[in-house]
């Protein structure tokens, strides 16, 4: 509590006097923009700034929560999209007089819903191409234009904006990931800011991991890694070698995915305590399923979470 009041994430202007920052979520009116708790921009209006947003647009605008977008930040839609694949761009459908109806929406270049996660910072001037996907944590430098997904946790700036470098190593990135701060109540990120304010990473390494449930840590690790494995494969390859035999890109995915979904079905049962002995059935088939995988990634050690599991009381000996 500061100056005798609370975090209310329903005012408008969290700063006493000062019109030019706001909290977003109370100001939306287009059912087309979801955004999260706490998230704020520095300017007296939110919606102005994204843009070819109409009511029979396709696409959604999702931000998380305690995210802090600049001045002069621009959210360009997928109706900023002209048809690509004939001879002229020009969009005769649009304008008074012209014979022509609408193309098919196939016709038109579409990416999807742009999502933005939780506790990202955009600087000043940057514009965020249609669907792109930025991650939690992640930094977008001033005036950069953004047109690829970005990771977790990850520095991009430029023109078409480029990883710069991770703020954090994985291991930390990991736990972040895991602990989601921003979900918990008001009260509990009070008691978290010497944490999350922390210069002292190791500190921060170990009141996070003291934090987290000890039975989902390890197997929450190997999604992540899968996880980003999937998105390194999924840059423009045709074949991928997987030990010493070449596969389709789109059958190497599709198993990735298949296995990703599994295990983070897994981890939520083990999250709840379930019967761990038939838990660790489940992973050690896991394990036999992907060792071929391992031989030619790096894979997160299915192995620890075994061990892990067998340590449990109610899994026999």
């Not at 029979?56 to 900023?80: H, P, T, Y």
């Not at 009260?187 to 922390?198: A, G, N, Y």
């Amino acid at each position: 509590m500061k100056n005798g009041k609370s975090p209310d994430p329903n005012v408008v202007h969290p700063i006493a006097g000062y019109e030019n920052e706001i909290y977003v979520k109370p100001t939306i009116t287009n059912p087309k923009i979801i955004v999260g708790e706490f998230t704020y921009i520095a300017d007296s209006e939110f919606e102005r700034h994204v843009t070819h947003l109409y009511p029979w647009s396709r696409d959604r605008l999702l931000i998380g929560k305690f995210c802090q977008i600049a001045a002069g930040v621009e959210f360009m839609m997928n109706d900023a999209n002209h048809q690509m694949n004939a001879v002229t761009t020009f969009p005769f459908y649009t304008l008074e007089g012209w014979d022509m109806a609408p193309p098919a929406s196939s016709d038109l270049p579409f990416k999807g819903d742009t999502v933005i996660g939780n506790d990202v910072w955009i600087g000043e001037n940057a514009v965020i191409l249609p669907g792109v996907h930025i991650g939690d944590g992640a930094i977008i430098g001033a005036n950069s234009v953004v047109g690829s997904n970005v990771a977790p946790y990850t520095v991009v700036a430029g023109n078409p904006a480029k990883p710069l470098r991770k703020r954090f190593d994985d291991d930390l990135i990991d736990l972040l990931l895991q602990f989601k701060w921003w979900d918990k109540s008001v009260e509990e990120i009070q008691s978290l800011i010497p944490i999350l304010t922390c210069g002292d990473l190791e500190k921060v390494r170990e009141a996070l991991a003291a934090r987290l449930p000890a039975r989902s840590g390890s197997l929450d690790k190997v999604c992540r890694d899968l996880e980003r494995i999937i998105e390194n494969l999924s840059d423009g390859k045709e074949t991928v070698q997987i030990a010493d035999a070449y596969y389709t890109l789109e059958n190497v995915l599709a198993s990735l995915r298949e296995y990703l979904q599994e295990l983070k079905a897994l981890n939520a049962q083990i999250a709840e305590h379930g019967n761990t002995e038939e838990l660790l059935r489940i992973v050690q088939d896991k394990y036999s399923e992907l060792w071929v995988f391992q031989l030619s990634f790096p894979i997160g050690s299915l192995q620890s979470v075994i061990d892990t599991l067998r340590s449990y009381p109610d899994v026999k000996d």
